[in-house]
């Protein structure tokens, strides 16, 4: 099992900044794929942005140009810098992680992190 903690959520005004990270503990043996996903009230959960152990990453269209996804591999922790924060971004942001294929590819997920932007 894996378990994630995630942090940096909160309240920001508009065009304001949020730094979330996610830290995984437990059995963390072939990571590959970790990254964010969100959902807004009513709204089904959408993917923001991800980031293999290579480093390749995918983003969202409504997250590129504005979020930036990373990734310290020794720390297996990831963290999504948000800029140019806008009301339609407030969302329970929830972090996930992936195993390879290759060794079953279970997804685990964290517990959320509410993200409020004022407008």
């Known amino acids: 099992q894996v378990q994630l903690v995630e942090s940096g959520g909160g309240l920001v005004q508009a065009g304001g900044s949020l730094r979330l990270s996610c830290t995984p503990s437990g059995s963390i043996f072939s990571i590959n794929a970790m990254g964010w996903y969100r959902q807004a009230p009513g709204k089904q959960r959408e993917l923001v942005a991800a980031?293999?152990?290579?480093?390749?990453?995918n983003y969202a269209d409504s997250a590129k140009g504005r979020f930036t996804i990373s990734r310290d591999n020794a720390k297996n922790t990831v963290h999504l810098q948000m800029n140019s924060l806008k009301a339609e971004d407030t969302a329970i942001y929830y972090c996930?992680?992936?195993?390879?294929?290759?060794?079953?590819?279970?997804?685990?997920w964290g517990q959320g992190t509410q993200v409020t932007v004022s407008s």
């Open positions: 980031i293999t152990s290579g480093g390749s990453t």
């Open positions: 996930y992680a992936q195993r390879a294929a290759l060794v079953g590819g279970q997804r685990y």
